[in-house]
């Protein structure tokens, strides 16, 4: 189940001089650096412009991402990817869908665990609701399946299919922008988590955006403090990234990190983690990307 709330596919609603509230989720390069969970106050995407831009100055994207894992563990290989889209209807709605795909394959025998261990296809699609630009609230709806015939420690796993729902609002205050969000995960088997999102951000001087977001998962009890940061250069042509996962309250932090170049309609996005408790090089993150309409790269 974390696996899906990580990987999950999750669209954004963007306000004019604010950030999402809805994003998409780990097969974006570099999108955890800011926040793993669903925030509502994290940082624009890695593939996308400067927060806020896109409903004024995009009619629609169109995107391609991937991900692949090179852990530490022997047998063990991890990616994945996603292909999304969002449509801007006029200056109060947009709509976004797309379909993610992650596999997870551990083909050796430790520790007890053999088999394959996921392989999942998740679809998804939000509406977003833009009020004057300073307040936004955007409703998420996701199904999700994967497969499995891992076997761990004698025990068997097949299976499951499930979906989530989730909703969000964004609030605009100067150069501030908080909001917070709820996500009701389902599945087959009647597993639950409810999870609520809060975030701050800023904007300094259109270049700089530092974040935090915390995340709490009602029925796991898991806490999550992640702080990330946003630096645009040349014009907001050159974007790097930053940020540290502070999973389960910093008990298994991982440091992301990841550049985005834009040209023109395209832009390129590269980024990866670093786990410090497993001493490796997590995931290598790549996408992109092709926008619709002009580019306003003096304004924000």
């Given at each position: 189940m974390k696996k899906i709330l990580i990987s999950g596919l999750l669209f954004c609603l963007i306000t004019k001089n604010a950030f999402s509230v809805f994003e998409t989720g780990m097969t974006d390069?570099?999108?955890q650096g800011m926040a793993k969970a669903v925030s509502a106050a994290k940082i624009e995407n890695a593939f996308m412009l400067n927060p806020g831009n896109i409903n004024r100055d995009n009619a629609a994207y169109f995107s391609f991402s991937g991900h692949l894992g090179s852990r530490n563990i022997t047998d063990l290989?991890?990616?994945?990817g996603s292909i999304y889209s969002k449509i801007i209807l006029n200056k109060i709605m947009a709509v976004a869908a797309g379909i993610d795909y992650t596999f997870f394959n551990y083909s050796g025998g430790y520790p007890g665990a053999s088999g394959l261990l996921w392989n999942e296809i998740q679809t998804g699609a939000v509406f977003n609701i833009n009020l004057r630009d300073v307040f936004a609230i955007g409703i998420l709806g996701k199904y999700y399946n994967y497969s499995t015939d891992a076997e761990?420690?004698?025990e068997k796993y097949g299976a499951e299919h499930g979906g989530d729902l989730g909703a969000g609002f964004k609030a605009n205050i100067k150069i501030f922008s908080m909001g917070a969000s709820f996500n009701n995960i389902l599945s087959l088997n009647k597993q639950t988590s409810r999870i609520i999102n809060a975030g701050i951000a800023l904007d300094i001087r259109s270049r700089i955006n530092p974040a935090v977001d915390f995340s709490i998962d009602i029925d796991k009890l898991c806490y999550d403090i992640n702080p990330g940061l946003q630096i645009f250069m040349l014009r907001n042509m050159i974007i790097l990234r930053t940020g540290l996962l502070g999973g389960d309250l910093f008990n298994n932090p991982a440091l992301s990190f990841g550049a985005?170049?834009?040209f023109h309609r395209y832009h390129f996005s590269y980024g990866g983690s670093y786990n410090f408790k497993l001493e490796s090089i997590g995931n290598h993150y790549m996408?992109?990307?092709l926008l619709f309409?002009?580019?306003?790269r003096g304004k924000k």
């Open positions: 390069a570099d999108i290989v991890e990616g994945g761990v420690y004698g985005t170049l834009r996408s992109l990307g309409n002009k580019i306003d």
